[in-house]
């Protein structure tokens, strides 16, 4: 009979007189002297963050953590008058609301960038690949590209892009993105800009960090905007207007005239 694989994690070391995270005391080497961001980069890379990766890291963070009344933040809300208790499960309910076209598309957009260019040292014509890519989704929706209400530019994009520049992460997944936006265009009556998830995941990538995680930065930040709408919503509650108001008129044309 085959031996069991032997458990291991690399990430904490709990003993009773310390704690350590990737190789660093707790309270020695982190407490009071590291921010939220550079934290969250330690604990998916197993490294602290250089200055110009912090920069670049916290700003997809920042961007990430408020989008106004979307559904993850009306059902984080709803679910929080049900359930006051268990503000952990209001802010569970949220995110759970977090797929493919809510904060998630970041992923399937850097899942895109990274099969399409899997060696970025060895991009070849980021161009033709753009141009590919396009053809590819043969007019259909493009992970990344266009957005429902900001028209005709995501200003999100831009300020992210001008970000990743200037601390050096302007590279080539940053291009394709760019350059998917350009051919996309070319081919639509409609403005085809780089969404805010397709900026974050092209910066991102650039980050090194892997498809397959990347909508959890958008679940960590999101957390934190969610607890900002429950908080709101103990001061000011709008739950039950917003269910006598649904109540009222989804089912005004039922009732007798």
């Not at 490294?47 to 963070?61: D, L, W």
């Not at 994009?157 to 998917?180: H, T």
Request: aromatic share 4%; hydrophobic share 45%; proline share 7%.
């Amino acid at each position: 009979m085959a031996a069991h694989k032997k458990l291991r994690s690399d990430i904490a070391l709990i003993e009773p007189d310390r704690i350590v995270l990737h190789g660093l005391d707790l309270c020695r080497d982190l407490l009071g002297k590291i921010n939220l961001g550079d934290m969250a980069f330690l604990q998916l890379t197993g490294r602290r963050p250089t200055a110009q990766e912090s920069a670049v890291f916290n700003a997809i963070a920042v961007t990430l953590v408020e989008h106004g009344m979307t559904p993850s933040a009306i059902a984080a809300r709803m679910t929080y008058a049900g359930s006051p208790e268990a503000m952990q499960a209001a802010i569970a309910a949220g995110l759970l609301g977090m797929g493919s076209t809510m904060v998630g598309a970041m992923e399937n957009a850097a899942r895109m960038l990274q099969e399409a260019m899997p060696d970025p040292k060895a991009a070849g014509n980021i161009d033709a690949l753009a141009r590919k890519l396009v053809k590819d989704h043969d007019g259909g929706s493009i992970p990344g590209i266009g957005h429902h209400f900001h028209k005709p530019v995501d200003p999100r994009a831009p300020r992210l892009f001008e970000i990743a520049a200037e601390n050096g992460f302007g590279g080539p997944y940053v291009s394709l993105m760019q350059s998917i936006s350009r051919h996309a265009a070319a081919g639509s009556p409609e403005p085809q800009p780089v969404n805010a998830p397709g900026a974050i995941a092209a910066v991102a990538s650039e980050l090194g960090v892997p498809w397959p995680i990347m909508r959890g930065i958008g679940v960590m930040a999101r957390a934190i905007g969610l607890i900002a709408h429950i908080r709101e919503e103990i001061d000011d509650p709008m739950t039950r207007e917003i269910q006598a108001r649904v109540g009222e008129e989804a089912t005004a044309h039922l009732r007798r005239r």
